[in-house]
């Protein structure tokens, strides 16, 4: 199983990070967009000189248009000598209005959409065909020689789409190359949620399992010793209690029989309560929604989880510090797994 660790942090701490992932034995690095540029870290990482795999994890689509993805994602390829990835995502109701000042309506079919859009401006790009895309959401028709870049001499990059609810994953797997599977989740919303959601999204637009690569995302908390394992269990706690106070997560709660915790969450988060709702969070649900334990319990426990669908593994340690040793032990233990 090949591994992805996120490179998270300042753009101008990315290159010597991205060495150190390397040097942990990452097959490839990615980007999450939070408090700084989702693209910018991985076009350092791609000048590097050690060869890896980059991808976006997830690129907010919904503010940007097509033509900047398309142009932004031919040349990380291009960087990165065929290794890039976008991955698109969607994000929620607030933060598209709020945060992006952007229009939020039918966020499946915007999706769909954009991963269309992109996917016809780059193949326009690469075979030479004109650029004739007409959908309900946006239109790209004109495309000058002045700025077509030619052929990608690497090919057309994989585009991706995260994906949490079964209207949204059925999105990805009728039109992306690769589905995202949020990291908020457990095994049993995974198996009866997310797999059925994927065949069906083949089954309409006739595709086999063979055209989309599933990359899950886990939150791992991790550690050898009782301290480690104790401050990774507490950062890993806080994040999850954020992820279940968003409505649009309530499902995953719901399938485990937790559903009337997450009102309860986005009571105190609006309050600002960030401790009363770390300590919702007990331990069972913490094994439950992410993986904990030493580096090869954690690798078990994802194998068991995710091998037999997925030939790679998205990993992050959020909130809380984490050896670069017991990476490399996680990352030799999946590799090997």
Not at 134 to 143: A, N, Q, V, W
Request: charged share 20%.
């Amino acid at each position: 199983m090949k591994v992805d660790l996120q490179l998270n942090g300042r753009p101008d701490e990315a290159v010597s990070r991205a060495a150190e992932l390397i040097a942990c034995g990452a097959d490839g690095l990615f980007t999450f967009e939070g408090p700084h540029d989702v693209f910018l870290p991985l076009t350092l990482a791609a000048t590097g000189a050690e060869p890896v795999d980059l991808m976006t994890n997830v690129a907010i689509a919904l503010p940007r248009s097509p033509m900047h993805l398309a142009h932004t994602a031919y040349d990380l390829h291009l960087l990165s000598r065929g290794r890039f990835r976008l991955g698109l995502g969607s994000q929620t109701r607030a933060h598209i209005d709020k945060r992006y000042g952007g229009r939020w309506s039918r966020p499946a079919a915007r999706m769909r959409e954009v991963v269309l859009a992109v996917k016809a401006i780059l193949g326009s790009w690469q075979d030479g065909t004109p650029l004739r895309f007409e959908g309900e959401f946006t239109r790209h028709t004109l495309m000058p020689p002045t700025f077509v870049p030619g052929p990608n001499p690497y090919g057309v990059p994989e585009i991706c789409l995260g994906a949490l609810g079964p209207i949204m994953t059925r999105t990805a797997a009728e039109v992306a190359d690769g589905l995202l599977v949020m990291p908020f989740n457990s095994a049993r919303h995974f198996a009866e949620r997310t797999v059925p959601a994927i065949r069906e999204g083949l089954a309409r637009a006739g595709r086999d399992a063979a055209d989309l690569a599933i990359y899950p995302q886990v939150i791992v908390a991790m550690g050898r010793t009782a301290g480690e394992l104790d401050a990774a269990a507490l950062g890993v706690r806080r994040l999850l209690a954020f992820y279940g106070s968003t409505p649009a997560y309530r499902p995953v709660l719901e399938v485990e029989g937790w559903g009337e915790l997450q009102p309860a969450l986005n009571a105190l988060s609006k309050r600002g309560e960030v401790t009363a709702m770390t300590e919702l969070i007990d331990h069972r649900m913490l094994r439950t929604l992410a993986v904990y334990g030493t580096p090869e319990e954690c690798a078990a426990e994802i194998v068991a989880r995710f091998g037999a669908v997925a030939e790679r593994i998205c990993c992050y340690f959020p909130g809380y510090p984490v050896a670069d040793a017991h990476i490399r032990d996680l990352v030799t233990a999946l590799q090997v797994a």
